[in-house]
């Protein structure tokens, strides 16, 4: 995943935070909803089946190594 740093003043923060509380997320999870559901709004990506969306699991092993490709084993 990309990161990105965003500057909000206080009022938006705020009311991200608030938001972020009453959906039980995390602000940084809140604000990643928010931005993608507004691209998808636009028509800037489509929506993935959720068959689709790679298992974070196996993407934390496969950046920490856990899975050798053929070459590394």
Do not use: F, T
């Not at 003043?9 to 990643?32: D, H, I, S, W």
């Not at 691209?39 to 920490?64: C, Y």
């Amino acid at each position: 995943m990309a990161r990105v740093v965003i500057y909000l003043l206080e009022p938006e923060m705020n009311a991200l935070q608030r938001l972020a509380q009453q959906e039980y997320r995390a602000v940084k999870a809140q604000a990643a909803l928010i931005i993608r559901n507004e691209l998808k709004r636009l028509g800037m990506i489509v929506d993935q089946p959720a068959g689709n969306v790679p298992d974070p699991k196996k993407l934390s092993k496969l950046n920490s190594g856990g899975i050798h490709d053929r070459a590394g084993s």
